[in-house]
């Protein structure tokens, strides 16, 4: 049993920053990319930010320049630093994980259960 566990949403004013957490925990073997996706209300889920075990980072262009992604390995853990926040980015952010439970399995995808975010004056 796999759980991703995210903390760090919230409501902040426009310009503002918030740090998001997300926790994997359980029968891990390696963890191989880790990553954050939100999803606005009435919208597809869609990537924002993702991390290799290597250090190697990918942004969606709207928010290049303004989040931050960084893992820790030791503990199975990413974070995603979010500055100058705007109104678009509310949405459910949820956490990735691309991990095998067992040397001889394949990697597969596992999701938090999201965040909400909320940026609003």
């Known amino acids: 049993q796999v759980q991703l566990v995210e903390s760090g949403g919230g409501l902040v004013q426009p310009g503002g920053s918030l740090r998001l957490s997300c926790a994997a925990s359980g029968s891990i073997f390696v963890i191989n990319a880790m990553g954050w996706y939100r999803q606005a209300p009435g919208k597809e889920r869609n990537l924002v930010a993702t991390i290799a075990s290597g250090g190697s980072t990918n942004y969606a262009d709207s928010v290049k320049g303004r989040f931050t992604i960084s893992r820790d390995n030791a503990k199975n ?13 509310t ?16 990697f597969n995808d596992y999701w938090g259960q999201g965040t909400q975010v909320t940026v609003s004056s």
């Open 77 to 89: 853990t990413v974070y995603l630093q979010m500055s100058s926040l705007k109104p678009e980015d």
């Open 91 to 106: 949405a459910v952010y949820y956490c990735n994980a691309v991990l095998t439970t067992d040397w001889r399995k394949g």
